[in-house]
């Protein structure tokens, strides 16, 4: 039986195991709870990490889907997928890929002594004018075998050869457009790859194939007179729409073959055809290079004969040469001749030519220690037609001509070439302000960019 001493015992062990029991229970409460905290971070950790795995193979099938998209994507697609500032730098690069670019301006001040344009108030008389030009050049090449050539110019004023009567004038760069620009050249040029044959088809400078020569055809570095530049005898139109064919024979020979619209406007094309023909060959003479040169052309625009008005359907048609050989390191020729149908002249032309020649020559610098620097003389005339002379009861005589020029390159980007140039008998003496003798001194100025 419990006594109350037992039972006060009892009660106490009761009591203290109790506390002991609540506290054992409470502090393994206490611990689960911990790690149900812990484990619950952890979770949320595991779930932000998956949830970025998950965000980052989302990101990758997205670009691996665009990827695929914009593999065969057109135009239209990209821009769908790319901004349009990226879209202007992809393009913008696509463009400047092979594409080259050059600019050049020129000034000519030329003084006149006996200017004797029918113009002039009193002539002869001193003139001092100003012109200048700008050529801005791009050709992008697509590949080995095809590539495309852009050419803009603009210019202002005719210089002194609106107040010149001539029959080859003195400043080949008057540009006088009023400062308009203008497409000189455009064209698209495919090289064949089983043949050395080349196409080009645009709008084309025709003196760039036909009566070239390495001395006399730049009028920008080398002679200003037009006599100098090519032959006054080839009818070549302004630079016109047609096509050109270029084979090279070996090392040794080239063909070049041009038919371009004779009138130069765009209008019923094939109807009046300036057809022309180079054919060059290399080779060497004093241990030198040299290149000779056989030109045939034909003008099928309305001829008119001198001595019978109503024969206004002839043919203009002509030859020539021309050649360029070094003699020496330092020393170098070149010449000209050219030959058309005197029998005939163009509607709205004043007169007709027979024949012309030029002669020069070119030394370097070196001779005096300025390696750039290019010294150029030459002489030349044009005698005109026969049968202008007697339809017209005129003097005819032939005009001569005389330049020198001397190239003085300043840096890499500035050429100053001083220029002087002597007429007799200009315009075969029958020039409606004098026969005298004109004298013009110029200066040009070349700026490469």
């Known amino acids: 039986m419990f006594t109350r001493k037992k039972y006060l015992l009892f009660s106490f062990v009761f009591i203290i195991s109790l506390f002991s029991l609540l506290k054992v229970v409470l502090a393994e409460e206490a611990i689960s709870n911990k790690e149900l905290f812990q484990r619950i971070n952890q979770l949320e950790q595991e779930v932000s990490q ?48 092979g594409l080259r670019m050059g600019i050049g301006a020129t000034s000519v001040l030329q003084s006149v002594a006996n200017a004797n344009g029918e113009d002039l108030a009193s002539p002869p008389e001193s003139v001092t004018d100003l012109s200048y030009s700008l050529d801005l050049e791009f050709e992008k090449e697509f590949n080995q075998n095809s590539k495309a050539f852009l050419h803009l110019e603009t210019g202002d004023g005719p210089g002194v ?56 055809n730049d009028e920008t570095t080398q002679f200003l007179g037009h006599i100098f530049r090519n032959s006054p005898t080839i009818e070549f139109p302004d630079n016109s729409a047609g096509i050109r064919f270029g084979l090279t024979i070996g090392d040794f020979s080239n063909v070049q073959l041009l038919a371009l619209d004779a009138n130069s406007d765009w209008e019923d094309a094939g109807d009046d055809l300036f057809i022309a023909s ?105 005698f005109p037609s026969d049968k202008y002379q007697e339809t017209n009861s005129v003097q005819a005589d ?9 190239s003085f390159k300043v840096n890499d980007h500035l050429t100053v070439s001083p220029d002087l140039q002597i007429i007799w008998e200009p315009y075969g003496g029958d020039a409606s302000g004098g026969d005298d003798t004109i004298i013009v001194g110029g200066l040009r100025s070349q700026v490469d960019f």
């Open 50 to 97: 998956a949830n970025k795995k998950i965000a980052e193979l989302e990101k990758k099938l997205s670009n691996q889907e665009k990827s695929v998209q914009l593999k065969d994507a057109t135009l239209d697609d990209l821009n769908q997928h790319i901004d349009s500032h990226l879209l202007h730098k992809i393009k913008g690069y696509q463009l400047l890929e």
């Open 161 to 216: 050869e609106d107040e010149l009567q001539v029959f080859s004038n003195v400043n080949r760069d008057a540009d006088d457009s009023d400062n308009s620009l203008s497409v000189t050249e455009i064209w698209y040029q495919y090289c064949f790859k089983t043949q050395p044959l080349v196409l080009t088809a645009g709008k084309i400078d025709p003196t760039v194939y036909i009566d070239t020569n390495q001395y006399a």
């Open 278 to 382: 180079q054919i060059s060959f290399k080779a060497k003479l004093f241990q030198r290079e040299g290149n000779y040169r056989l030109i045939g052309w034909v003008d099928n625009r309305n001829h008119i004969k001198w001595d019978d008005s109503t024969a206004d359907k002839k043919e203009g048609y002509g030859f020539g040469l021309s050649f360029d050989q070094a003699l020496s390191e330092n020393l170098s020729l070149f010449g000209r001749y050219g030959w058309q149908n005197p029998k005939v002249y163009l509607e709205g032309e004043n007169f007709s030519l027979k024949q012309a020649y030029s002669l020069g020559l070119e030394l370097k610098g070196s001779l005096w220690g300025r390696d750039d620097d290019r010294l150029g003389l030459a002489f030349g005339q044009i």
């Open 398 to 406: 032939s005009e001569k001509h005389l330049e020198v020029y001397y």
